[in-house]
C-alpha cells in the first residue's frame, strides 16, 4: 500500500509539473497572440483613425467660430473674419504637422497659416500633382453635404521622391458661406500609431516576470522591460553560452511564430540572466518580432519546493512504520493484541495524511488553474477566461433567441493619473474599479480586464439595443463620481465601445475586435462617450486586403505601364530627355496611385520586383523611340531606397543594361535624400560604383533638406532637381526666387545639371529661361506620356514652341 501510494504522488507530481508548464507556454501564447491581434488591427485601420482625428480637430474649430460668431454679430464680416483667424492661425497639433485652413465655397482663400500668399486669392483653378481641382471639388462637396472628407495627393517636404496620399476634410460655415478644414499624410498616422503601440506594450505587465517585447528586424529592442535597452542594437551581442539570442529570436520570428527556449537577458525579480521558454511571432509588414515568456526558475523552484516537502514528509513515516514494524515482530506473542491495536490506529493515520497530501496537490493544482484564468492585480478573469465567458454567453443568447452585448472599456487619460500621483495609486484604482465593476454584474453577466487601463464586459440574454443602452449607461454613471484612494480624491472618466451578438459578429474574437475599433472611434470623437460598432470600417478594410492581393498579381497580368514625361533643354527648345513614370490600372480597383501601390510594394517586398519591371520596360521602349529617331533621349528612372540598398542592385543594373545594348550614360538614376540621411556612408560605396560603371545620377527634391549643399562636394551627383515647391512660389515669393538663383548658380559653379520640375506656366518658364536654367520639366510642356504619343509627338518634331499662350491640359 506503502508502495503504490508513493508511486502515485510521484505520477501526480510528475503530471503537475507537465500540466503546470503546459498552461504556462499556453498562456504567454496567449498574451502574445492578444497583441500581436491589436497590432494587426491598428495597422489595417490607419485611414479610420486619420479620418476620426482630422474630423475631431475641424469640429473644434468649428465650434469655435461658430463662438466668437454668435458673440460678434454687431461687427462687419470682415471684422468677425479676423477673430476667427486670429484664433485658428497659431493653431497647431499632430506634432507640429496639421493646422488649419479657410476657404469659401467659390474657392477664395481667407486663411492659410503656412501660406499666407493664399489669403484673399482664389484658388478655384488650383489643382495638385494628380490634377485635382482642390479647393473647388471640396467646396462643393462640402456646401451640397454640409461637411465632407476629400482626397488628395501631395510629395512631403522630406521626401520629394514620391507623392503621399493626404486625406482632408472640411464643414461648411454657413454665416459667411465658409467651409474649415484640415488634412494629414496617412504615413504619418502610421508611425503614430508604431509609436503608441509601442509605448502601450511598454506597459503591459502580469504576474511576479511577466512582459511583453518588440525587436526590430535589424535586432534594435523597441520595447521591453529592462528600459536601458531600449534604442539598442544586441543582434550580435552573445549570452553566456555564447549564443546570439536576439539573432534566435529574430530567425523565429521571421519564420511565423513559435516557441524557444533560450537565455534571457535579465528576470526581472532577480535582475540576473536567466533560462526562459518564450513564444515569438513575426509581424513581416513592420519587421517587428514580438514574444512574452516564462521563467524556468519560477516553475523548477515552486514545484521542487513541494516535491522535497511531501517526500520529507512521506519518508518520516515510512520510518517510523518500519520501527513499529520491528516492535511487533520481537513482541508479537506478548503484545499481539495491543500491537494489532496499535498499526490499525497508525495505518489509519497515514492513509489520512495521504488523503491530506492529495487534498493539497488538487488545491495547488486548482490554485495555478485559477491564476492562469484571472488577473493578478483584479482578481477579475483574464482574456483566456473571458473568451470561454462570452462563447458561453453567445450559446446562451443564441438558444433563448436574444442578443448579447460586448463592452469595450477603456480609461482616459489613465497616463496622467500614475504620472500625478505614482503607478502605486493607477493600480489601486484599477483594483478599486475591478470591486465596483463587479458589484454592477446581474447573474450571467461577466467583466475581465483585457490589459493595462482595458475592461470588457459580457451582458448575455439582452432584448435588444435599449437594454445594451442601459447598461452601458450604468457603466458611465460609475465615473461620475470620485475615488478615494491613499488618502487623495481622484477623477476619471471612460470611454466605451459596444458589439452586438448576432448583429456584429458570432464569436468572441469578432466581437472584441468590432467593439475595440469603435472604442477607439468614440475616444476621437469625444472622450468620457459611448459608441455602438457599425460598418463602415469594413469596406477599408476589404480595400486595403484587395490592393494587396491584386498588386501580387498586376505584373503577371500585364497591368502595369510606364509613361514618359519629356525633359527640355532650356537653351534650344528641343527634347532632352523623359523621365519614366509607372502607372497602375485594375480591372476592379481601377487606377491606383503609385503613392497608394508603391507603399504596398515595399511593405510586401514587391518594390524589387516592380523596379526591375520599370527598368526593363522603360529602357525598351527607350531604346524603339532612339533607333529611328535623329537624337539620343536621355532616360530617368526613380530608384526606391530599399531597391538601392539590395546587395545586387548594381550588378543586377549592369547586366540588364548588357543584355540590351544600353549606352549607360543615358541612363540617369534619380534618388532622394532621405536615402542619403539615413545610411550615408553604406550608400556612398553604391553610388560611386554605379557612377563608375558610366550611369548617371540625380538627387531629386534638392533644396529641401538640410544637407544638400555637402552631397554636391560628397557625392558624385550629375544632376539637381530643383523642387516643385519653389517653382510653385517662383512669382511670388522673393525667396524662393533667390533661392532658384543660387541653386542655377551653384549648378554651374559645380559643373552640375540643372533640371526644375513642375513647371506648368509660361512665366515661370520665361524666368527659369532668364537665369539659365539647364532643363525643365512639367505640365507647361507635357504630361507623362505612353510610347507611342511620345514617338509621335517628338520623334521627328525635335523641336517645339515653348512660349505658348495657354496651359496643356492635364
Given at each position: 500500500m506503502?508502495?503504490?501510494?508513493q ?7 510528475k ?8 498552461k ?7 498574451q502574445?497572440?492578444q ?6 488591427y ?23 467660430a461658430?463662438s ?16 476667427i483667424?486670429?484664433?485658428l492661425?497659431?493653431v497647431r497639433?499632430?506634432q507640429g ?9 467659390n474657392?477664395?482663400?481667407?486663411m ?7 489669403e ?6 488650383f ?8 479647393a ?7 456646401k ?6 476629400y482626397?488628395?495627393w ?7 521622391q514620391?507623392?503621399?496620399e493626404?486625406?482632408?476634410f472640411?464643414k461648411?460655415f ?15 498616422v502610421e ?11 511598454s506597459?503591459i ?17 523597441l ?22 539570442t ?11 511564430e ?19 521558454i ?13 514574444g ?8 523548477e ?6 516535491e522535497q ?8 513515516q ?10 511487533v515482530t520481537?513482541?508479537f506473542v506478548a ?9 490499525g ?13 492529495f ?9 495555478l488553474?485559477?491564476q ?16 470561454i465567458?462570452i462563447?458561453?454567453?453567445i450559446?446562451?443568447s443564441?438558444k433563448?433567441?436574444?442578443?448579447l452585448?460586448?463592452m ?5 487619460d ?6 500625478l ?25 461577466n467583466?475581465a ?8 464586459f459580457?451582458?448575455?440574454?439582452l432584448?435588444g439595443?435599449?437594454d445594451a443602452?442601459k447598461?452601458v ?7 461620475k463620481?470620485?475615488?478615494m ?6 477623477h ?15 464569436a ?20 468620457g ?17 484587395l490592393l494587396?492581393?491584386e498588386?501580387?498579381l ?6 502595369l ?6 525633359q527640355?533643354?532650356?537653351a ?13 490600372y485594375n480591372?476592379k480597383l481601377?487606377?491606383?496611385?503609385p503613392v497608394e501601390?508603391i507603399?504596398?510594394?515595399?511593405d ?7 523596379g526591375?519591371?520599370v ?11 532612339n ?9 530617368s ?11 545586387d542592385?548594381v550588378?543586377n ?9 544600353v ?6 538614376l534619380?534618388?532622394t ?20 560603371n558610366g ?8 533644396g529641401t533638406?538640410?544637407?544638400s549643399l ?6 558624385p ?8 515647391s519653389?517653382i510653385d ?10 533661392l532658384?538663383?543660387t541653386i542655377i548658380?551653384?549648378g554651374?559653379?559645380c ?6 520640375e ?15 536654367c539647364?532643363?525643365?520639366q512639367?505640365?507647361?510642356?507635357d ?7 511620345l ?8 523641336a517645339i514652341p ?8 492635364r
Amino acid at each position: 500500500m506503502i508502495s503504490n501510494n508513493q508511486a502515485a504522488l510521484q505520477d501526480d507530481i510528475k503530471i503537475l509539473r507537465q500540466d503546470f508548464i503546459k498552461k504556462e507556454k499556453e498562456l504567454v501564447k496567449y498574451q502574445v497572440k492578444q497583441i500581436f491581434q491589436q497590432i494587426t488591427y491598428e495597422k489595417n485601420n490607419t485611414e479610420v483613425l486619420l479620418k476620426q482625428d482630422i474630423k475631431a480637430r475641424v469640429y473644434q474649430a468649428h465650434a469655435i467660430a461658430t463662438s466668437i460668431y454668435e458673440q460678434n454679430k454687431d461687427k462687419s464680416e470682415a471684422q468677425v473674419t479676423k477673430l476667427i483667424s486670429d484664433a485658428l492661425r497659431s493653431v497647431r497639433f499632430n506634432q507640429g504637422r496639421g493646422y488649419y485652413f479657410i476657404y469659401k465655397t467659390n474657392g477664395m482663400n481667407v486663411m492659410h497659416p503656412t501660406m499666407p500668399t493664399f489669403e484673399g486669392t482664389s484658388k478655384w483653378d488650383f489643382q495638385d500633382v494628380r490634377g485635382n481641382y482642390v479647393a473647388r471639388n471640396m467646396g462643393q462637396l462640402v456646401k451640397n453635404k454640409g461637411e465632407s472628407f476629400y482626397r488628395w495627393w501631395f510629395v512631403k517636404p522630406q521626401n520629394k521622391q514620391q507623392e503621399f496620399e493626404k486625406i482632408g476634410f472640411g464643414k461648411r460655415f454657413a454665416p459667411y458661406d465658409w467651409f474649415i478644414g484640415t488634412g494629414e499624410y496617412v504615413i504619418d498616422v502610421e508611425n503614430d500609431i508604431k509609436q503608441r503601440l509601442l509605448q502601450l506594450i511598454s506597459k503591459i505587465r502580469y504576474g511576479n516576470n511577466g512582459y511583453i517585447f518588440v525587436i526590430d528586424y535589424q535586432g534594435n529592442y523597441l520595447s521591453h522591460y529592462q528600459k536601458d535597452l531600449e534604442g539598442t542594437n544586441r543582434y550580435n551581442v552573445l549570452n553566456q553560452k555564447g549564443v546570439a539570442t536576439v539573432q534566435q529570436i529574430i530567425d523565429v520570428a521571421k519564420q511565423g511564430e513559435n516557441y524557444l527556449h533560450y537565455i534571457s537577458t535579465v528576470m526581472p525579480s532577480t535582475s540576473k540572466p536567466a533560462e526562459k521558454i518564450s513564444y515569438i511571432m513575426g509581424l513581416p509588414d513592420w519587421e517587428w518580432a514580438i514574444g512574452s515568456g516564462v521563467y524556468i526558475s519560477e516553475i523548477e523552484d515552486y514545484l521542487a519546493t513541494r516535491e522535497q516537502a511531501i517526500g520529507q514528509q512521506h519518508n518520516e513515516q515510512l520510518s517510523n512504520i518500519l520501527w513499529l514494524s520491528l516492535l511487533v515482530t520481537l513482541f508479537f506473542v506478548a503484545l499481539s493484541l495491543v500491537l494489532a491495536n496499535y498499526l490499525g490506529r497508525r495505518f489509519a493515520l497515514y492513509e489520512n495524511q495521504i488523503s491530506a497530501d492529495f487534498a493539497e496537490l488538487n488545491q495547488i493544482k486548482e490554485q495555478l488553474q485559477y491564476q492562469a484564468l484571472h488577473d493578478s492585480l483584479t482578481t477579475l478573469p483574464n482574456r483566456t477566461l473571458l473568451d470561454i465567458q462570452i462563447e458561453q454567453g453567445i450559446a446562451l443568447s443564441k438558444k433563448n433567441n436574444k442578443k448579447l452585448a460586448i463592452m469595450f472599456v477603456d480609461l482616459d487619460d489613465f497616463k496622467k493619473i500614475n504620472d500625478l500621483y505614482g503607478h502605486s495609486v493607477g493600480d489601486k484604482l484599477l483594483s478599486t474599479l475591478g470591486t465596483v465593476f463587479n458589484q454592477l454584474l446581474s447573474p450571467g453577466d461577466n467583466v475581465a480586464r483585457f490589459g493595462g487601463d482595458e475592461f470588457i464586459f459580457c451582458f448575455p440574454e439582452l432584448d435588444g439595443l435599449i437594454d445594451a443602452e442601459k447598461k452601458v449607461q450604468s457603466i458611465c454613471a460609475i465615473f461620475k463620481q470620485s475615488f478615494m484612494i491613499n488618502g487623495k480624491s481622484i477623477h476619471s472618466s471612460c470611454s466605451i465601445g459596444v458589439a452586438m451578438y448576432p448583429d456584429d459578429g458570432d464569436a468572441s474574437e469578432q466581437l472584441i475586435s468590432k467593439a475595440d475599433i469603435v472604442l477607439y472611434k468614440s475616444k476621437s470623437q469625444q472622450k468620457g462617450n459611448y459608441l455602438f460598432f457599425n460598418d463602415a470600417i469594413n469596406t477599408q478594410v476589404k480595400h486595403d486586403l484587395l490592393l494587396e492581393s491584386e498588386l501580387h498579381l498586376a505584373i503577371e497580368k500585364n497591368e502595369l505601364d510606364v509613361l514618359y514625361q519629356p525633359q527640355i533643354d532650356v537653351a534650344t527648345g528641343l527634347i532632352y530627355g523623359v523621365e519614366a513614370l509607372v502607372r497602375w490600372y485594375n480591372p476592379k480597383l481601377g487606377h491606383i496611385s503609385p503613392v497608394e501601390f508603391i507603399k504596398v510594394a515595399e511593405d510586401v517586398d514587391m518594390i524589387n520586383e516592380i523596379g526591375r519591371f520599370v527598368i526593363e520596360k522603360s529602357l525598351t521602349d527607350i531604346l524603339r523611340f532612339n533607333r529611328d529617331s535623329d537624337i539620343q533621349l536621355q532616360l530617368s528612372i526613380n530608384i526606391s531606397p530599399k531597391q538601392l540598398m539590395e546587395p545586387d542592385f548594381v550588378s543586377n543594373l549592369i547586366k540588364i543594361t548588357t543584355d540590351m545594348a544600353v549606352d549607360n550614360n543615358l541612363v540617369t538614376l534619380e534618388i532622394t535624400e532621405n536615402v542619403l540621411i539615413n545610411d550615408l556612408a553604406k550608400v556612398q560605396p553604391i553610388l560611386q560604383s554605379i557612377r563608375d560603371n558610366g550611369f548617371k545620377l540625380s538627387l531629386d527634391d534638392f533644396g529641401t533638406g538640410y544637407s544638400s549643399l555637402s552631397y554636391l562636394s560628397n557625392l558624385p551627383i550629375n544632376e539637381i532637381k530643383i523642387d516643385r515647391s519653389f517653382i510653385d512660389k517662383l512669382l511670388t515669393n522673393d525667396q524662393s526666387e533667390s533661392l532658384v538663383k543660387t541653386i542655377i548658380a551653384l549648378g554651374e559653379l559645380c559643373d552640375v545639371t540643372v533640371i526644375a520640375e513642375g513647371v506648368e506656366t509660361k512665366e515661370q518658364y520665361a524666368r527659369l529661361h532668364h537665369y539659365s536654367c539647364d532643363l525643365v520639366q512639367g505640365y507647361y510642356f507635357d504630361r507623362p506620356l505612353p510610347l507611342k504619343q511620345l514617338i509621335t509627338t517628338y520623334q521627328k518634331k525635335r523641336a517645339i514652341p515653348m512660349l505658348i499662350s495657354s496651359r496643356i491640359t492635364r
